[in-house]
């Protein structure tokens, strides 16, 4: 049911008009350094604009680049790097945006901490250095602000004048910030019994949030039926039909990271897995900062982490399979709870070659990891940290991570939006009358 007429809707700041010709949305787009999608299986090239799919084979489109070469080349980019805003827009050269991008009205997310995690690396054993990359630190508390400022880029460009999604929470709350910041209308589909806290957050920003009685997948159909529909027309999906733009904001995790580690790699990084997306566009960025010399090249780890109930891509890779099969999510881990994952293939690609791995734990040992990294610290996750955190230590414990490696886990969003999780086994320490007495029988003085 609709609460809002959509045509009374429209806040339109967007120069371009939508066309319902597709040839007039891939004119003349300045996207920067990005020259065209090209299909991730056959490599076929496709001119910029609000497309998904291969037109030879069907297979998921990325985004391919005109960028800078030579160790010169590298020098005066790194410096560029440096002098540039402390948001993602410092990597503009490297991503899907025109050049003028941080003049434009948006989030503005990244360049979040870097934390050096001693004492938690003490608890578990690491002994190479941890860091805890806490993506927390972003506009609405979510690694999500990342990827929907390229989005709210590519819609710009494209005349798009509604941005949407699908989402598991994180997404609609960042869709529903950038496209109020942006002066678009938002209109944005969720399952209808998320978190309360991630129901207010993608509200609270005016935009329009409808939940669909369903899970994360039939949300996700719906929206497919929906750009194929007249009603979608002027809209842009931003996991969808803007899905290649989109991906590439996860790349800026990458940059982020080796910057802060001084232009180095790190040896193993933890990471967790809904769609697959931000993992494969992680190594995608390492990669690149490799070849562009901005970085020196040496082995690194990626590690898979996903929720023992909502957990297909650990299955396939324990498994030995290529194919990833779907299942039904059933995990406090909400915000991954995707269980038809896109990029799973791509996934087992990425943990078979680098020799890192995926793995899973179970509801309470996210619960356990979120108070553990709470304690050690003072960094509160939601489940999706509690994941990533887990899987490190189980990974540890089982000998597949290498202690000795300096590694990086992420912590992907805010543990305000899951206090569901930890509220049922966190509480006061003792409840008192305002008494010295009655504090020393508590047993706490
Ligand atoms: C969306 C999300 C991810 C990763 O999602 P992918 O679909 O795998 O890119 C990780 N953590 C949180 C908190 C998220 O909201
Ligand atoms: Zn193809």
Not at 138 to 149: C, E, I, L, M
Request: charged fraction near 20%.
């Amino acid at each position: 049911m609709r609460r809002k007429g959509l045509a009374s809707m429209a806040v339109q700041t967007v120069a371009s008009t939508p066309s319902s010709d597709p040839a007039a949305r891939t004119g003349t787009v300045d996207l920067g350094p990005a020259a065209a999608l090209s299909c991730r299986e056959c490599g076929e090239r496709t001119p910029l604009g609000p497309v998904f799919a291969c037109e030879a084979c069907f297979g998921p489109l990325e985004v391919a680049y005109d960028l800078p070469g030579g160790s010169e080349a590298a020098e005066a980019l790194r410096k560029r790097i440096e002098a540039g805003p402390n948001n993602i827009w410092r990597y503009a050269p490297l991503l899907p945006v025109p050049a003028d991008v941080a003049e434009k009205p948006n989030v503005n997310p990244g360049f979040t901490k870097l934390v050096k995690a001693d004492r938690l690396a003490a608890e578990l054993g690491v002994t190479g250095g941890l860091h805890v990359k806490d993506d927390s630190g972003n506009p609405t508390h979510s690694f999500k602000d990342r990827v929907v400022a390229i989005a709210v880029e590519a819609a710009r460009a494209f005349g798009f004048t509604t941005l949407s999604c699908s989402s598991t929470g994180n997404l609609a709350g960042a869709v529903g910030a950038a496209a109020a910041r942006a002066g678009l209308r938002s209109c944005v589909f969720i399952p209808h019994d998320l978190e309360a806290g991630k129901v207010v957050m993608a509200a609270v920003y005016g935009g329009d949030l409808v939940g669909i009685e369903g899970t994360y997948d039939d949300v996700n159909r719906f929206c497919s039926e929906l750009i194929g529909d007249p009603i979608g027309e002027g809209w842009g999906f931003v996991n969808v039909n803007l899905r290649p733009y989109y991906a590439e904001g996860s790349k800026t995790l990458a940059y982020e990271i080796c910057e802060q580690l001084g232009w180095r790699l790190p040896d193993n990084l933890v990471v967790p897995i809904a769609s697959g997306s931000q993992l494969t566009k992680i190594d995608k960025g390492l990669r690149e900062l490799i070849s562009l010399g901005l970085v020196e090249d040496k082995p690194y780890k990626i590690f898979g982490a996903q929720a023992e109930g909502c957990s297909p891509v650990s299955k396939a890779f324990k498994d030995g399979h290529d194919v990833v099969r779907p299942v039904k999510p059933d995990t406090i881990a909400k915000s991954l709870a995707i269980g038809n994952p896109a990029d799973g293939p791509y996934v087992l690609d990425i943990a078979r070659r680098t020799g890192g791995a995926v793995e899973d734990v179970t509801d309470e040992q996210v619960v356990d990891a979120i108070k553990l990294l709470a304690r050690t610290e003072g960094i509160f996750a939601e489940t999706a940290g509690g994941v990533t955190v887990g899987v490190l230590r189980k990974l540890i414990e089982s000998g597949r991570l290498d202690p000795a490696g300096e590694t990086v886990v992420l912590n992907t969003g805010d543990g305000l939006k899951t206090l569901d999780a930890v509220a049922p086994t966190t509480g006061p320490s003792a409840t008192i009358r305002p008494t010295l007495e009655s504090f020393r029988e508590a047993g706490l003085a």
